[in-house]
């Protein structure tokens, strides 16, 4: 199959025929890059696990043109209603009570499903244009480093997909909060750009996954192919080792790729996984990456070089 690569002006009405067809279809979002399918044909989504080679256990987030299909393919409760509107359009993903008008195939089986409506300009307007939800991981192979350009989609997903719409670099570049929204209380099951801060406001937090699937499946994931190792003093390990330094650099590395030059957490998170797929095209022995700040997003940062780091 050859995959085409279209701008938004051609690509939006492309993008619906194929949905409207059952095709998945690569989309920019705020936060990554989805393979958008239609989230009510169980074999539109069937499509999308056979080109990433996802395990079926691993459940779908379902992309809303607008807030009044929350309550049409969920039961929201007051906090999570709370939660959308005050965070959507945005990257906050939602784990509420499902309705039977979702197929098991994009909850994995599971009571809950997971919900976000993106703020991205070019997703808003093929969604809405499509009229229904669009269930949408990351446009990355399973386990690898999410896109967060369309040619890093090419690269993942080349030949096994029919269209890449490019939207340009995506504005946060790691992938939305997710959380489980319970009775007056709150579980975050995958950090990113909505923190615990920001969710604290509306209900107590704590961090999970406890009883439902967690998200980003196992320990290791996100992972680049070169084994990747957190190193505080980070020093070279022999001629081929690369750094994906913070914001101030080591010296002898054979790459060195900067985070963020001005120490800004928010730009940091918009070059990781480029940085990350730069590094591991270099043809490294490892790579050492240097811790980032825990505050703010810094904590989803250094959960997804966590689980970088882990194989
Ligand atoms: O920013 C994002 O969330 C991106 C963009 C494309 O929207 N999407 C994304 O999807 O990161 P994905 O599939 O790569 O990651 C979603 C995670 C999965 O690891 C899955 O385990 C978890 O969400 N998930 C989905 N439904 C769930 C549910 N009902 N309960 C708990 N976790 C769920
Ligand atoms: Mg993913």
């Known amino acids: 199959m050859k995959t085409l690569l279209l701008a938004q002006k051609d690509g939006i009405a492309r993008a619906v025929e194929l949905l409207a067809e059952g095709v998945p279809v690569a989309l920019p979002t705020e936060t990554v890059y989805g393979l958008a399918a239609h989230a009510l044909d169980p074999v539109a989504c069937a499509r999308i696990f056979e080109a990433k080679e996802r395990p079926l256990s691993d459940p779908l987030i379902v992309h809303i043109p607008s807030l009044d299909w929350l309550p049409r393919i969920a039961f929201p409760s007051a906090l999570a209603l709370a ?77 096994r997909i029919p269209l890449v719409l490019d939207g340009g670099s995506c504005a946060h570049g790691i992938e939305s909060t997710i959380v489980s929204v319970l009775e007056n209380h709150l579980r975050i099951l995958r950090q990113g750009p909505v923190t615990a801060e920001d969710l604290s406001a509306f209900a107590p937090v704590s961090y999970g996954p406890a009883g439902v699937l967690a998200p980003g499946g196992m320990a290791s994931h996100y992972a680049p192919r070169t084994p990747l190792v957190i190193d505080a003093v980070p020093a070279p390990r022999g001629p081929r080792t690369g750094l994906l330094a913070w914001s101030a650099g080591g010296e002898g590395f054979a790459v060195t790729e900067f985070l963020s030059r001005s120490g800004d957490l928010r730009e940091a998170a918009a070059n990781l996984y480029g940085a990350m797929r730069r590094l591991d095209e270099a043809r490294l022995d490892v790579i050492l990456a240097e811790p980032v700040p825990e505050i703010g997003i810094g904590a989803a940062i250094m959960e997804r070089l966590r689980k970088a780091a882990a194989r």
């Not at 906050?92 to 994995?108: E, G, S």
């Not at 307007?125 to 896109?147: D, H, K, M, T």
């Open 83 to 159: 939660l959308a509107e005050r965070f959507w359009p945005g990257p906050l993903t939602l784990v509420v009570p499902r309705r039977a008008a979702i197929p098991d195939i994009v909850t994995a089986g599971q009571e809950t499903v997971a919900v976000r409506m993106s703020g991205h300009p070019v997703f808003q307007e093929v969604v809405q244009a499509f009229g229904q939800p669009l269930a949408a991981p990351s446009a990355n192979r399973f386990g690898r480093i999410s896109p967060t350009t369309a040619a890093h989609v090419l690269s993942e997903l080349g030949g």
